[in-house]
C-alpha cells in the first residue's frame, strides 16, 4: 500500500520555536507538496519541489522553509513558530509531468499548535 | 482573483442521492478533481475531470461543465461511511491546484 508518512501526528510548541515537521513518500514520486489547512479555506500551498534538491514557493511561503535532501523525504521547517502558525499541515506527493491527471497522496497530516 | 465556490455543509439521509456542487472561476483550466478527506485523515482522490460531461465510478459520478465554470460530484446510495468533507479543487494554467474550503457532508439514518 503507497504511503505518505508524516512524523508527527500532533505537535505543541511555543513562540518562537523551531519546528520541524518531516514527510516521507515511498511511491518514488518526484512532487511533493506541503499544505496547510485551516478551518473554512481551502488548501493552501506553502511549498513544493520537483526534485531533489528543488524547492519552489507556494502561495504562502512566509514563515516558512523546506529542504529535500532526498527523492523520498521533504522537510517543512519553521524558523521561529508563531501563534498564527497554529494549523493542520498536510504532505502531498505525486508522480512527475504536467499531463495527466497527477493524483495527489496525501500523508494524515501534522496538527501544529503554537502556544 | 482565483475563485472555487462549494457549499459549507449538506446533509442526506442514508440510501438517497445527494449532489455537491463545486463552481470556480480561474486563470486557465487544466483538470478538475474531487477528493474526500473523512475526519482527522488524508483526504483521498474521488475523480478527475478534463473534458465536458460525466465520469462515473460506482456510486459515484463527477460532471464538467467548463462553458459554465461547474462541476458537480453525485453520491448515490448514500452509506454512513460517506460522512465526511468533500474537497473540489481546479488546475489552472500554471498546472497549479486552487482548492475549495470544502462540503462537510452529514449522513443521517
Known amino acids: 500500500d503507497v504511503k505518505v508518512t508524516q512524523s508527527s501526528r500532533y505537535l505543541v510548541k511555543r513562540t518562537g520555536e523551531k519546528v520541524f515537521l518531516e514527510c516521507v513518500q515511498d511511491m518514488d514520486h518526484e512532487n511533493m507538496f506541503w499544505y496547510r489547512q485551516d478551518p473554512g479555506l481551502g488548501l493552501r500551498l506553502i511549498y513544493f519541489s520537483y526534485d531533489v534538491k528543488m524547492k519552489e514557493k507556494g502561495d504562502i511561503p512566509e514563515g516558512y522553509s523546506v529542504s529535500r535532501e532526498k527523492k523520498e523525504r521533504f522537510s517543512l521547517i519553521l524558523e521561529s513558530a508563531s501563534t498564527n502558525q497554529t494549523s493542520m499541515y498536510l504532505c502531498a506527493s505525486s508522480s512527475g509531468g504536467a499531463s495527466g491527471a497527477n493524483v495527489l497522496t496525501f500523508g494524515a497530516g501534522s496538527r501544529l499548535t503554537v502556544l | 482573483g482565483q475563485n472555487i465556490d462549494q457549499p459549507t455543509e449538506m446533509t442526506a439521509t442514508e440510501g438517497a442521492i445527494v449532489q455537491i456542487n463545486c463552481t470556480y472561476q480561474t486563470s486557465g483550466f487544466n483538470g478538475l478533481f474531487w477528493y474526500q478527506q473523512h475526519a482527522g485523515e488524508a483526504p483521498t482522490f474521488l475523480s478527475y475531470n478534463v473534458l465536458d460531461g460525466l465520469e462515473e465510478k460506482g456510486r459515484f459520478s463527477s460532471f464538467l461543465s467548463r462553458s459554465k465554470g461547474y462541476s458537480y460530484l453525485l453520491l448515490k446510495e448514500l452509506q454512513m461511511k460517506d460522512s465526511a468533507s468533500y474537497l473540489c479543487?481546479?488546475?489552472?494554467?500554471?498546472?497549479?491546484?486552487?482548492w475549495g474550503a470544502g462540503t462537510k457532508l452529514i449522513i443521517k439514518p
Open positions: 479543487a481546479v488546475r489552472d494554467s500554471n498546472y497549479q491546484l486552487i
